[in-house]
């Protein structure tokens, strides 16, 4: 059990070893003009949009690859529609929330970004539910495994290190 005691001399706190709470606290110091600009060069800010264009590479190339091996092009278009419900909601999502960052009130720029999460999900669900009325002869499978596919390209961001802020080039 530690013992914490008032000094009314130097209006500090003490703890049994000694030690004052203003030696336990990190001192802040502003950074002058040319060490913030080091520190922004040394942690640039990643891009969501680079995201969105290797998920639209992938998605496209999922279903151009379903196409030629299968013959199938109606499998293909599931597997795009399965894209495309990834896709567009994350277009819409990363708009709206470039603009929330313009917002200066934390509490509304909060709200805001779960307002768009939801207007994300019940976008992608809307583009699911209507899939059998845009593609005639839908395929399940191969609409989810295109969702899965092109939202898993989060990780293959993450590896390329698109995700990450960095000074060091990517592979891209």
Not at 54 to 79: D, E, N, R
Request: aromatic residues 10%; hydrophobic residues 55%.
């Amino acid at each position: 059990m530690t013992k914490i005691a008032s000094s009314p001399e130097t209006g500090t706190t003490v703890d049994t070893t000694g030690v004052a709470d203003e030696d336990l606290e990190p001192q802040f110091k502003p950074l002058t003009a040319e060490q913030a600009q080091a520190w922004r060069q040394q942690n640039p800010v990643s891009s969501p949009w680079r995201v969105l264009w290797l998920q639209l590479g992938v998605g496209v190339l999922l279903a151009l690859l379903t196409g030629l091996f299968t013959g199938q092009w109606s499998l293909a278009a599931s597997v795009a529609w399965g894209g495309v419900a990834v896709i567009i909601p994350a277009v819409v999502f990363v708009r709206a929330l470039s603009r929330q960052m313009r917002r200066t009130q934390p509490g509304a720029a909060l709200v805001g970004l779960f307002v768009w999460e939801l207007v994300k999900i019940v976008l992608t669900v809307a583009l699911l539910l209507v899939a059998p009325k845009v593609i005639s002869d839908l395929s399940w499978f191969a609409l989810v495994a295109g969702f899965v596919v092109t939202m898993k390209v989060y990780w293959l961001a993450m590896a390329l290190g698109w995700m990450q802020r960095k000074s060091k080039p990517t592979i891209f």
